[in-house]
Nanobody, 127 residues
Framework: QVQLAESGGGLVQAGDSLRLSCAAS????????MGWFRQAPGKEREFVAG????????LYVDSVKGRFTISRDNAKNTVYLQMNSLNPEDTAVYYC????????????????????WGQGTQVTVSS
């Protein structure tokens, strides 16, 4: 069982940066691939970024490539999402999720492949 808690959301202006954090409970954090998803009002939950268990493999949706960076610190049981050059289209509730895997692999990008979810943190970008 893993519990996830996101933090770091807020209201910013276009062009600003935010860093989201997701703290995980338990001692097996390094056995989980981690992902960040977002959901805007009236839209489906969208994959944003994922990172493998070791942190060596990362994956991004095209719309955030070059602006967002996912990273993890297994010693702190925490995954991060550094978001730069934010624009109003990035406004959404951001969720972190954990995908259990017995072996190294690329992080999945579909919500149903993830086993645990946080409660989400709101990110609002004004123009």
């Amino acid at each position: 069982q893993v519990q996830l808690a996101e933090s770091g959301g807020g209201l910013v202006q276009a062009g600003d940066s935010l860093r989201l954090s997701c703290a995980a409970s338990g001692r097996t954090f390094s056995t989980y691939g981690m992902g960040w998803f977002r959901q805007a009002p009236g839209k489906e939950r969208e994959f944003v970024a994922g990172i493998s268990r070791s942190g060596h493999i990362t994956l991004y949706v095209d719309s955030v490539k070059g602006r967002f960076t996912i990273s993890r610190d297994n010693a702190k049981n925490t995954v991060y999402l550094q978001m730069n050059s934010l624009n109003p289209e990035d406004t959404a509730v951001y969720y972190c999720a954990a995908h259990y895997t017995r072996q190294p692999m690329s992080p999945p990008s579909r919500p149903y492949e993830y086993d645990y979810w946080g409660q989400g943190t709101q990110v609002t970008v004004s123009s």
